[in-house]
């Protein structure tokens, strides 16, 4: 069935019940980044594969909205799609909206699958559509159409230990009840994966290189149900769960369990991170508490030990990606490579970690123009062979026993033009600024966001994606709630989260330069001013100096990296051969 067969048929059931716009989100029941094959629904309908976008398709109209990271992905793959592309102004924002109150008639309908809206966007529509008396329906219109749809997974999950953790179930959901009773709710509705698996301790593989299992939890005062399918857990397991106060149900009884909440309960929503189909199964006569989850700012905070086993991670990565970076400068130029292998064989020097547990997201290995989409990923029919000249960018990442990583290097394979070595010392400098700044406590993201562009800005150059994002603890590769990025988001940085850095500088159809850091917020000092904090850098692996253009960096900038490789050859050097560390040394020298 092809794109343009599969609008069709849609179009078709939407005038059979009266719908004149139907839309598709990127998103599952969990409200989820990284989704299931099941819930894969925009690639399905449309063929694009990027990790962020809405259909949106009337009688006349089919079009995709997603932001600056996947235009040109976009573009190519809903060629002779029947989409066309919308390119959104704002990351993030929901700007079909207004296009749907510009295009619609009055009193029409907009239908939508209600498990994979969340509560957020629901309301939205409801709220900004509401003076055209718009009616809402629920459909899924993919599944009639859908032939061999790939099931929902069945993978064991498995539980963590507190040891490894640094904080039992049980524990946690002390801290939550509290933060719940002062809330004054009566219950919890619980559905984002990552909290699920941090609240429980629990991992699993449901989704693509995230550690997570699907689940939904109700919480109260005295009760907390986790709803599971029973065959993902081993009676041991849900032994250990009782032994925690934890009940589980199978997964579909979240529905029956939210319509026989009490009347005139109190419940708990985080509108951004449940979907607006169970949230209209809670009775009406319930009153609400929206506000971000309690456990994603709990779990944003790493203890010690989670903090020690992310500080371990980062040597495992850090030897894989030394092993990578000598490999590529050895075998380039004489064996075949392509961003493929390439990024094959980096999961490769990854694997031979003994704590290794898959990787962390799909690499993001682009060569030359390839390196200018930020989100690209190689498939058979862009994959290029890599040449002894040009910029490679690789954005990679592991998942590990225990701990998540995340990671952009640059590799320069030659005859590289002053141009590019301008934007890669301004992305470098720009990196460096952020990472050393000292900043007061109550800083929000978007305060370091600005610190890190203004090298670029000097040069009126700007780069459209955030500069940095909240990092799971063996969890997803992206987390908040603290995020660097333009937007004003009240989220201050709080010691021990931990969040990347990673500006760039992307120039279609030449190259584009990012270099990223994992960095943890530590206290710095304390004064008659305030409490000031600091990032610890946690990735350790080599920058290339080659490309750098002194005269463009300060005094500062050096001494942090020059002090930033040596604890790089200091911390790697016990767990790498002789020749790998003379190799290192060597490539790390001060500049």
Known sequence: MTTKEKITSIREQMTQNGVSAYIIPSSDPHISEYLPDHYKCIQFASGFTGSAGTLVITQDFAGLWTDFRYFVQADEQLQDSGFELVKLKVQHAPEYIAWLHETLADNAVVAFNDRLLSVFLGQLLQNQLADKHIEFKSYDFLDPIWAGRPELPTEPAFLIDAKYSGSSTAEKLTALRKSLKSLKADYQLLSSLDDIAWLFNIRGKDVSYNPVVLSFALISADIATLFIDPIKLSLADVEVLNQSGVKTAPYGDIEKALAALPE???????????????????????????????????KA???????????????????????????????????????????????????????????????????KAHGALPHYFATAESDVKILEEGLFLVDSGGQYFYGTTDITRMIALGNNTDEERTDYTLVLKAMIEGSKTLYPKGTCGYQIDSICRRPLWDYAINYGHGTGHGIGFYLNVHEGPQVLNPTNTAIPLEIGMITSIEPGIYRPGKHGVRIENLVLTIQNVSNEFNDFYSFETLTLALIDTRLIKKELLEISHIQWLNNYHNTVIDRLGPHLTTEELDWLKEKAKAI
């Open 301 to 367: 905070v790493k203890n010690e030990t989670e903090v020690e086993n992310m500080r371990s991670a980062m040597v495992k990565d850090g030897v894989a990606m030394t092993r990578f970076f000598k490999w590529m400068e050895e075998n380039i130029g004489k064996i075949k490579i392509t961003e493929i292998s390439a990024a094959e064989k980096l999961k490769g020097f990854r694997a031979e970690q003994d704590t290794f547990a898959g990787v962390s997201f799909n690499t993001i290995g682009g060569y």
């Open 264 to 298: 005139n309960c109190s419940v708990f929503i985080d509108p951004k991170r449940n979907c607006f189909g169970l949230f209209k199964l809670i009775p009406a006569s319930a009153t609400f508490i929206h506000d971000i989850n309690p456990t994603t700012h709990f």
